[in-house]
């Protein structure tokens, strides 16, 4: 069962000069990389509106750089053991700052590559802005991962139909929906799913701040790559 610690995330948004002092064994970034590109641990630029994160947060991880030709064309090599625990979680973040109340809509899709070996999960990480609520939308998995909680059923909504999730990993509550078929390109209405959160009674009308995605990898031996062919988040 695969989770990642959010806390971790949340420092290293809020003191980026932990960068100064921490890289990761580099790795080769592939050509493409023309406008940016970083092999830091918590490596990180803004580009078109959007926050890219190389994010090796994980304990005993290996060596990953991410490569950004856009905000929403970009990617990593990741070369992880192949041991348990997440290591990384690469993204691209949009920030929203809107209550859940005052959102007219909020859909994003995505175009990824993926490779067919190792363990990841390719997910949104949806936080409201105390980090007190984190939904994840796994759009495809591969390998030995799985998401924190217990089975809530199933679900339609947002155009997919989603195993749903429920647990807490000490910090923060977590709500995993993961699509009962994986997909590499697509687009998801994310606003019902965070409206069907709060009419259980799991969520409140929390202030939206974070719509992540990217790739939550447990392990890549070898060096495998992962790419956001295109990726787009909208609200209103």
Sequence with gaps: MATRTPHRIVKALLAPALALGAT??????P?????????????NTTLNGYILYNNIWGSGAG???????????????????????????PNAKKVINKPLSSLASLTSSYNV???????????????????????MLWVNHNGAVGPLGTAQGSVTLGGHT??????????????????????????V??????KWINTKG?????T??????????????????????NLTVSSS
């Design 24 to 29: 990761v064994g580099l790795a080769s970034a």
């Design 208 to 229: 939206i701040g974070d719509v992540q995605f990217g790739y939550e990898i447990t392990s890549s031996a070898g060096g495998l790559d992962f790419t956001t062919n």
């Design 202 to 206: 799991w969520m409140g009308n929390e």
């Design 113 to 135: 590559t993926v490779p067919p070996s190792g363990a990841y999960n390719t997910s949104y990480d949806i936080w409201d802005t105390d980090y007190d609520y984190e939904i």
């Design 162 to 187: 989603w195993n749903v999730y429920k647990g807490n990993n000490g910090a923060n509550e977590v709500f995993s929906f993961l699509r009962t078929s994986d997909s590499t390109s697509g687009t």
């Design 63 to 89: 060596s990953q750089c991410i490569w950004a030709n856009s905000g929403t064309n970009w990617g990593v090599r990741a070369d992880h053991p192949n041991t348990g625990g997440i290591k990384s979680y």
């Design 31 to 43: 050509a493409q990389a023309a406008v940016w590109n970083s092999c830091d641990q918590w490596g």
């Design 189 to 194: 209405n994310i606003l019902p799913i965070l």
